[in-house]
């Protein structure tokens, strides 16, 4: 089974910085495409960042560009959110999600169950 | 940016009953891809659509999606109480990357 599990979220203070994980099984992370997709309280599905299966191409919100970096370790498994810089309007759960391809350009077909980040003093 | 503007926000309708959700793109979306998602409070997305209309694994036919351009329907025929849901659109042609702000579907 295709399984998608995030960590790293918690409290930060403004300016401040955390990571995020997302630990893969179940699929041979590497032939994939993988994404971050985040939902403040109350608010819509905002999509953060890509990041294709080899690596090499990433793209950006630009409410996060400069700030956020996504990045991926093949051989662990396991898909990265580090967030630098951080506003009051990060607080949001953040999803890792799975698109059917090498290219970021699908849809997302398996997703995790999210973990909370809160930005606050 | 392309901005996903779906309507409407609301929809209110009877088990039995066809739902017909709007999404419209503010520049040409191909087709390829434009996809449909279902949300329910506590769980995770799920994709019901890909490539406008085509559905996704263990998707019931009563779920079907269509449209091009900058104008797509995500339809759902013989409403059932569990299709109480959010339901947004999303377009992975262009980056940045988007959603449309959601519609939330009540069965009544």
């Known amino acids: 089974e295709m399984q998608l599990l995030e960590s790293g979220g918690g409290l930060a203070q403004p300016g401040g910085s955390l990571r995020l994980s997302c630990a893969a099984s179940g699929f041979t992370f590497g032939n994939y495409a993988m994404g971050w997709v985040r939902q403040a309280a109350g608010k819509g599905l905002e999509w953060v960042s890509g990041?294709?299966?080899?690596?090499?191409?990433?793209y950006y919100a630009d409410s996060v560009k400069g700030r956020f970096t996504i990045s991926r370790d093949n051989s662990e498994n396991t898909l990265y959110l580090q967030m630098n810089s951080l506003r009051a309007e990060d607080t949001a759960l953040y999803y890792c999600?799975?698109?059917?391809?090498?290219?970021?350009?699908?849809?997302?077909?398996?997703w995790g169950q999210g973990t909370m980040v809160t930005v606050s003093s | 940016e392309i901005v996903l503007t779906q309507s409407p926000g609301t929809l209110s309708l009877s088990p039995g009953e066809r739902a017909t959700l709007s999404c419209r793109a503010s520049q040409s979306v191909s087709s390829s891809y434009l996809a449909w998602y279902q949300h329910k409070p506590g769980q995770a997305p799920r994709l019901l659509i890909y490539?406008?209309?085509s559905r996704a694994t263990g998707i019931p036919d009563r779920f079907s999606g269509g449209g091009s351009g900058t104008d797509f329907t995500l339809t759902i025929s013989r409403l059932e109480p569990e299709d109480s849901a959010v339901y947004y659109c999303h377009q992975c042609g262009t980056s940045p990357y988007t959603f449309g702000q959601g519609t939330k579907l009540q069965i009544k």
């Open positions: 990041i294709s299966g080899s690596g090499g191409t990433t």
């Open positions: 490539g406008a209309s």
């Open positions: 999600a799975k698109t059917p391809a090498l290219s970021t350009r699908n849809a997302f077909d398996i």
